[in-house]
């Protein structure tokens, strides 16, 4: 075979190329040419370096392959600081191991390959095998060879014939068969009131059937029945011709067709009647008469029309419903927001206000500078809330409030813990003139600035919770893709 004739011929150049390249392994110590480097001393020598850098500088030698400029540039970005010849053996002989390699195993394969067996269908080389009786044709793609000539033919095979004993057992089988399967859904042949199930054959047995049904019957040959004028029960027979061959069966069996019930016409099924009537009488015009009675009843018609103003009041109610709740929530939301802003700017408040102290300012003069250069930057940056209400504070002074009220009114408005705090220490400086609040506020500042350490932290917390969804979502996703990749393989 020539498949066979290739596996040798593969087997053999893969010797003789394994043999090649260890020859040039071992003998490496002789070198033909000590110019060139075969190798960087710290990598390890590969099988095929010794034999693919022989075949290169024979190449080189005989000027039977160079390289163009353009190449030799590019390589040199590569190879940087490298002449002409080094990269040639440095590049192309990388490439050709890994050709070499590939080449020589790949020809092990192949080789290997002549004895894999493969499920054919050409048994013992001259028989090809059936379908049993009623099965499908067949049709197999061969190869002939005479010797001389070798030719691609397509043979068809038709399915197994029975035996005379074997047609007369299907047969059999077949009547037995018959006996159930006509009958469809009916309980019984004396009481026929559903179709007959008039089949065209046994597939399994290889059996056709012709039925022989009189003109007179009831029964249609597609096995429908004519029942709908019948008074009573009609007795009629059925006879098939069962086909198995060369062999034939006949079949007869008597059946009763019962007459159609007929259910009672609904009202609506009158109204179509007494409509389709008008449409006929009307098929010239252009228009057609709904009718007027139908049973005696008065009929009346309106256009199927959205009621708009029902639509629109309802729309309405229900606006007026979640206007006020969307309202409230906004404002939850903008409270929240601003409760956050104001212990987010706590710590950077009480730090400038204790710089401002320390410079030598009073508490009157430090609050209204800051104000001052929060109103500068105002209109550059956003809103915030505690620079606004220190504003507010000032305003307060300026039209005639103690310092000691107007301090208090601010730590309430901002409704926190630390800004009434530090409020306190203002009114008892102001009240009882203590002489160590610069010391009391720095404290307060190195309490501040730990709370917003753990703020953060909160943060970064409440943060990674709000994660949890999207990477759910990813999740979901990526288990989408493997199992409908895997359902696709199935």
């Known amino acids: ?33 000590g110019k060139i480097p075969v190798k960087n001393p710290v990598e390890k020598t590969s099988l095929f370096e010794e034999g693919t850098f022989f075949i290169l500088q024979l ?128 309980a019984s042949a004396k009481r026929i009131t ?66 159609q019930q007929k259910k009672q016409s609904s009202f609506w099924e009158h109204w179509e009647r007494e409509y389709e009537k008008s449409e006929k009488q009307s098929e010239t015009e252009r228009y057609v008469k709904l009718p007027e009675t139908v049973d005696g009843k008065q009929m009346k018609y309106f256009e199927d029309r959205i009621e708009y103003p029902y639509l629109f009041l309802g729309i309405l109610f229900l606006s007026c419903m979640l206007l006020p709740i969307a309202e409230e929530s906004r404002l939850k939301e903008k409270i929240k927001k601003r409760q956050e802003q104001l212990s987010l700017d706590y710590p950077e408040f009480i730090e400038h206000f204790v710089l401002l102290i320390g410079a030598g300012l009073t508490v009157k003069g430090a609050w209204e500078r800051i104000v001052q250069e929060y109103e500068k930057r105002r209109k550059e940056k956003e809103t915030h809330f505690v620079y606004e209400e220190m504003a507010v504070t000032i305003r307060e002074i300026e039209n005639g409030m103690s310092e000691a009220r107007a301090y208090e009114l601010f730590g309430k408005r901002t409704e926190m813990l630390p800004y009434m705090k530090f409020c306190t220490l203002l009114v008892q400086n102001l009240k009882k003139g203590s002489a160590d609040l610069l010391q009391l506020l720095e404290y307060e500042m190195t309490d501040s600035f730990q709370a917003r350490k753990e703020n953060a932290k909160a943060l970064g917390e409440k943060a990674g919770t709000k994660l949890l969804m999207p990477m759910a979502v990813m999740l979901v996703i990526v288990f989408a893709l493997i199992l409908y990749a895997a359902f696709q393989n199935i």
């Open 194 to 259: 559903k179709p007959l199930c008039l089949i065209g054959g046994f597939s399994e047995n290889a059996i056709s059937i012709l039925w022989e049904i009189p003109l007179d019957s009831p029964v249609a040959s597609d096995g429908t029945l004519d029942n709908a004028d019948l008074k009573e029960p009609v007795q009629t027979e059925l006879k098939a011709v069962l086909m198995c061959g060369e062999s034939k069966e006949i079949w007869t069996k008597a059946v009763i067709i019962y007459p």
């Open 1 to 33: 075979m020539r498949a066979t004739w290739i596996g040798e011929l593969c087997f053999g150049s893969a010797i003789l190329l394994l043999f090649f390249f260890l020859w040039q392994h071992f003998r490496k110590g002789k070198k033909t040419s």
């Open 59 to 186: 190449l080189w030698k005989r000027k039977l392959f160079r390289m163009k400029r353009e190449r030799i540039e590019k390589l040199r970005k590569i190879y940087i600081g490298k002449e002409e010849e080094r990269i040639y053996y440095a590049y192309y002989g990388k490439i050709l191991r890994k050709i070499s390699g590939v080449m020589t195993i790949g020809l092990f394969l192949v080789s290997v390959s002549v004895f894999i067996k493969q499920e054919g269908f050409l048994l013992d080389d001259y028989f090809l095998e059936r379908e049993e009786a009623g099965g499908n044709m067949k049709k197999y793609s061969i190869k002939a060879d005479s010797g001389e000539e070798e030719k691609k033919l397509t043979v068809k095979l038709p399915d197994r014939k029975y035996t005379a004993e074997e047609e007369k057992k299907a047969l059999k089988e077949g009547k037995q068969k018959l006996e159930t399967v006509v009958l469809g859904e009916n």
